[in-house]
C-alpha cells in the first residue's frame, strides 16, 4: 500500500468526484420524489385504502432516510477534503485552491436534513391527503 500523500490536483479531482456523487444521490431522490407525487396525482384511486396509503408512504420514507445518511456520507468526505486541500496547495496555487474551496464547500449537516426531511414531510402529505382531496372533488 503506497503511504505517498495527495497531491493538491488529486486532492481537488477527489473533491469534484465526491460533489459527483452527491448530484448523482439528489438525482435519484428527485426522480424518486416526482415518481410518487405522479403516482398519487395520476392514480388516486389507487391509494384509497390506509393499508396502501402506509405500504407506499413506509417504501418512501426508507428510501429517503437511506438517500438522506448517504448525500450525509458525501457530503462529510467533501467537507473533509476541502481543508486539507488548502493546506497541502503550494504557496503559488493557494490562491486558485482557496477559489475551488469557496464554490465547492457542501452544506452543512443541519441544511442538509432540514431540506431533505422537509421535502419528505411534503411527499408523505401528498400520499395521504391527496386521495381524501380527489374524493371529494368528485362528489360535488
Do not use: C, K
Amino acid at each position: 500500500m503506497d503511504s505517498t500523500p495527495l497531491s493538491t490536483a488529486e486532492l481537488l479531482v477527489m473533491i469534484f468526484e465526491r460533489f459527483s456523487a452527491s448530484q448523482t444521490l439528489w438525482n435519484l431522490y428527485i426522480t424518486v420524489v416526482l415518481g410518487v407525487i405522479g403516482f398519487v396525482a395520476a392514480v388516486p384511486n389507487a391509494l384509497t385504502t390506509w393499508w396502501i396509503r402506509t405500504v407506499v408512504t413506509l417504501g418512501f420514507l426508507a428510501f429517503a432516510l437511506v438517500n438522506l445518511n448517504a448525500i450525509g456520507n458525501v457530503q462529510a468526505q467533501r467537507a473533509q477534503l476541502l481543508p486539507t486541500a488548502i493546506e497541502r496547495a503550494a504557496p503559488a496555487d493557494a490562491q486558485m485552491v482557496q477559489a475551488v474551496v469557496d464554490v465547492s464547500a457542501p452544506p452543512t449537516r443541519m441544511e442538509l436534513r432540514v431540506f431533505h426531511l422537509g421535502i419528505d414531510a411534503a411527499v408523505v402529505f401528498l400520499i395521504w391527503f391527496v386521495p381524501y382531496a380527489r374524493v371529494g372533488d368528485r362528489g360535488r
